[in-house]
Nanobody, 122 residues
């Protein structure tokens, strides 16, 4: 079992930055890919970014060039640096874990955090 706890959300003005963290515990982090997803009110949850155990990264087109996913395997933590934030980035952000390669589809992830809210004001 893997437990995931997100932090770092908050209220920020458009153009600003936030860094989200996701701390994993419960079993070894080794071999797990991590993903970030988000869900805006009234919308389906959507893929944001993923990083494999070895550091291979993929991003949604909507965040490419603005967001950066990274991980510190020694700390069992994955990060999402979000720059140039837009009001349309407002959502609850969730981290997720799966063994193997990073994937873009939420049904391929086995473990989920509770989410952290990001609100971007215009």
């Amino acid at each position: 079992q893997v437990q995931l706890v997100e932090s770092g959300g908050g209220l920020v003005q458009a153009g600003g930055s936030l860094r989200l963290s996701c701390a994993a515990s419960g079993r070894t982090f080794s071999g797990y890919a991590m993903g970030w997803f988000r869900q805006a009110p009234g919308e389906e949850r959507e893929f944001v970014a993923t990083i494999s155990w070895t550091g291979i990264k993929y991003y949604a087109d909507s965040v490419q060039g603005r967001f950066t996913i990274s991980r510190d395997n020694a700390k069992n933590t994955v990060y999402l640096q979000m720059n140039s934030l837009k009001p349309e980035d407002t959502a609850a952000y969730y981290c997720a874990a799966r063994r193997g390669a990073g994937k873009q589809y939420e049904n391929e992830y086995d473990y989920w955090g509770q989410g952290t809210q990001v609100t971007v004001s215009s």
